[in-house]
């Protein structure tokens, strides 16, 4: 049954250390928009295996799409701290080393010697906490409180000025194995800065039989900045809003957000945003107000979903955390005090979709139509109607599973399963019945058919889109 809700996709992210049968029930008692997997070294097994265990049980509908991430092992991580947290303050002075009991802190890492630089920026966990090495020797780094806060156990350290830009060398063998997998929707490739190294590593993905979706991180400037040579290659971003901050002047990152999301739908890919959203309910029942914030401008700005920080899964709150996310979404949207961020634009039409995509959205504008249907054979012609923001429903059917279930991603866009699609002549009054059937629409309603050269549907390829009233 088809229903209007939510618009925005809240993805509920999880550490493969956290996956197990306890996992699969809490999922399966959940209303689960998507699930994100992010493995540590040497663990893509467990979560292929994870899924196999959800999909087969049921715990996952097969409606939800799962994205997993290529690349998310940490250059150096805390171990030794305490659950509870250690406090310091500004002009605190603390000790790291990679030798255990050397130290004030154990480092776990295999890049101390190229790890730190004195007097350059060290950040903990999502910049909870910030330090400026004063002194530096091969068995130990001592460190200056610069902005002060809790240090805990397994928190990650990140190093901006020395971090090298991500190559395909970097990605480890084992990632592979989600691009092969029939349970993996999406995978997340780290920052690639470079267009010739992302698109050896789309060429590797897409000569598979199957092959998902491909989203890229955008996790420095310098990925920013090339984006227009990166979006073609991909079907989307994942927008790492902690990242960014950690590596540029934090008050530029959300208008950077904003343009990215902008250019997101100029170009008809996917954008969800991520800031480690929640990450302070791994501890606490409440989270912060700016986490909260960062949910309700991704909405403002028009983003496709919002990527909880997988750290809400270590903690007691993992479902709060979830339900909260989705009450800020729903309330966001259906705010009467506030327009929406994004920006209207005309396209450039330069292709048979945009032409055909863009006279719909007019069409539906214009006659205030109740949804848009499209044929869509891989949801590349919903992208493109999502891709103007409309506030008119997109019911996208298709005869593929993968592309119905990849499209709940969308912003907006409700997919619809047909096991065959009849010829042209016969295709209209079929959605005619499916609407007044399994839809909210009823008799009298208009709506915008869309159909972008479909070659299934006819014995020639077909471009059109008309107005229907329901009857």
Not at 2 to 16: A, D, I, P, Y
Not at 84 to 102: C, H, M, N, Q, V
């Amino acid at each position: 049954m088809l229903k209007q809700g939510r618009r925005t996709t809240v993805v509920w992210s999880f550490e493969s250390s956290c996956l197990g049968p306890d996992l699969i029930e809490t999922i399966r008692s959940q209303d689960v928009d998507a699930i994100r997997l992010s493995p540590e070294a040497g663990k893509m097994t467990h979560c292929l295996e994870f899924l196999e265990s959800a999909k087969s049980s049921g715990a996952l509908s097969e409606r939800t799409p799962v994205l997993v991430d290529l690349y998310s092992q940490p250059r150096a991580i805390i171990k030794g701290g305490s659950d509870a947290g250690i406090e310091y303050k500004f002009g605190d002075r603390l000790t790291f080393s990679p030798i255990d009991g050397e130290g004030d802190f154990f480092i776990q890492t295999n890049e101390w010697d190229t790890l730190f630089n004195e007097g350059r920026s060290v950040y903990l966990g999502t910049g909870d906490v910030a330090l400026k090495p004063v002194s530096i020797s091969k068995r130990k780094v001592e460190l200056e409180v610069v902005q002060g806060g809790r240090i805990f156990d397994e928190m990650e350290i990140h190093v901006p000025s020395t971090k090298t830009p991500v190559k395909f060398e970097d990605l480890p063998e084992d990632s592979w194995l989600a691009t092969k997998s029939s349970n993996v929707d999406c995978v997340i490739l780290p920052s690639f800065e470079n267009a010739e190294d992302l698109k050896h590593v789309i060429k590797l993905i897409e000569d598979q039989e199957h092959h998902p979706w491909v989203l890229l991180k955008v996790g420095s400037m310098a990925t920013y900045e090339s984006l227009e040579s990166l979006l073609p290659l991909v079907q989307g971003v994942v927008i790492s809003r902690v990242e960014l901050s950690m590596g540029m002047d934090p008050a530029k990152v959300p208008m950077l957000t904003k343009e990215a999301i902008g250019k997101c739908n100029r170009y008809a890919k996917l954008s969800l945003v991520a800031s480690e959203m929640l990450g302070s309910m791994r501890h606490n029942a409440t989270p912060t107000r700016a986490e909260v914030s960062d949910i309700g401008n991704a909405v403002f700005d028009g983003a496709d979903g919002v990527v909880l920080s997988e750290d809400l899964a270590h903690g007691p709150h993992g479902v709060r955390g979830l339900e909260l996310a989705k009450k800020t979404v729903w309330d966001v949207e259906n705010s009467d005090e506030e327009p929406l961020n994004w920006q209207k634009y005309t396209p450039k039409v330069e292709e048979e979709i945009e032409a055909v995509t863009y006279a719909a959205y007019r069409a539906a504008y214009r006659n205030d139509a109740k949804a848009i249907v499209c044929i869509t054979k891989m949801g590349n012609t919903a992208l493109h109607l999502a891709s103007f923001d409309i506030e008119t429903p997109i019911i996208a059917v298709s005869l593929s599973k993968e592309a119905v279930r990849r499209l709940e991603l969308v912003r907006g866009v409700e997919g619809v399963f047909l096991d065959e699609l009849p010829p042209i002549d016969e295709v209209l009054p079929l959605i005619n019945n499916m609407l007044l059937r399994d839809s909210w629409l009823k008799e009298g309603d208009k709506y915008v058919f869309v159909s972008v050269s479909i070659s299934s549907l006819s014995r020639e390829d077909s471009n059109l889109f008309t107005i229907q009233t329901l009857d």
